[in-house]
């Protein structure tokens, strides 16, 4: 595979970043996951977009444009000769050759950029023809999770509680509410309307969210932005996740309640469906 690293395209074997790199010793860094379908990016506006936001908020700068950044994202996907998958992309704040809770001066210290790119059937898969089991695990994240930060231990941890209660994912739960799942935004469906937690720091702004919440305006579904509970979750007709990597992702189980018939609801399928099809169509 051949990755990117600060301006050089180079065997993955030879790619190194420094071991004072803040991204390694602080989580001090942002990252993008864009998929690639029919070997072109999905929504990259949306990810740079929301990129430049996150930088912004850490006080950090991109070492190249946001042009130069889908050049190279287009430059790695032609490459490595992926047709389907994604491109992973993470900005950290670099390092001056020591560990300092300060901030090393941006004018000496240029952040670091890496690139790597993973082939990975995303269409279909059997996780979105099955449905995924979800359990509900207490949110103890940071309180900028607006803020796509490269700080996972957590949602990795709620990931393991998953796989070890027998069940593929967990949603994560604040104060009786769930605020979103591991790497995915949260939804359920009851009596037609679709219910998700509304924008605030207490999520992140998922880049699928915004474009399946518009599809699903324009096919007139019904839509709530607020905060849900697990019960209600649990008592709901059917539900689903969002996130660039997956799409839509329809969700079977809640805690061990079944949803619906236990299949995937028509609303999650029908969203997939469309999702997939304006995405490709829109790809660049
Ligand atoms: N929430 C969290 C915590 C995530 O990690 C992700 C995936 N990056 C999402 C939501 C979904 O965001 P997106 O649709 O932009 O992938």
């Known amino acids: 595979r051949t990755v990117y690293v600060n301006g050089n395209y180079l065997p993955e074997e030879e790619a190194t970043v420094s071991i004072f790199d803040r991204g390694f010793l602080f989580a001090d860094g942002v990252y993008e996951v864009t998929s690639i379908l029919d070997g072109k990016l999905v929504d990259f506006a949306g990810h740079a977009a929301r990129l430049e936001r996150s930088l912004t908020e850490l006080d950090m700068q991109s070492p190249v444009s946001m042009e130069a950044l889908l050049d ?33 001066d941006p004018e000496t210290t240029k952040p670091s950029l890496v690139l790597f790119t993973q082939a990975k059937e995303l269409v279909d898969t059997e996780a979105a023809q099955k449905g995924n089991r979800i359990i509900s695990v207490e949110d103890i994240r940071w309180g900028r999770r607006d803020i ?50 509304n924008l605030s720091s207490d999520i992140l702004h998922g880049i699928t969210r915004t474009a399946v919440l518009k599809f ?22 059917e539900a689903f996740t969002t ?32 999702y997939i099809a304006e995405m490709r169509k829109a790809a660049i």
Not at 156 to 182: C, H, I, N, P, Y
Not at 216 to 237: C, L, N, S, V, Y
Not at 245 to 272: H, Q, Y
């Open 72 to 104: 190279i994202h287009r430059e790695l996907v032609a490459r490595n000769g992926i047709e389907q998958g994604m491109v992973y992309m993470q900005i950290t704040r670099g390092s001056d050759g020591d560990r300092d809770f300060v901030f090393p």
């Open 243 to 274: 996130s660039a990597s997956a799409f839509v992702m329809p969700v079977v189980s809640v805690d061990g309640a079944t949803l619906g018939d236990g299949a995937p609801g028509p609303v999650a399928r029908r969203l997939r469906e469309i």
């Open 148 to 197: 796509k930060t490269v700080q996972l231990l957590y949602p990795s941890m709620a990931k393991m509680m998953a796989r070890k209660a027998g069940a593929d994912d967990a949603w994560l739960v604040q104060d009786g509410f769930v605020t979103e799942g591991t790497s995915n935004n949260a939804y359920i469906v009851k009596d037609g309307k679709i219910i998700t937690r």
């Open 216 to 237: 699903a305006r324009e096919a007139q579904m019904k839509i709530e932005e607020r905060p849900f509970t697990i019960d209600e979750a649990k008592a709901a007709d």
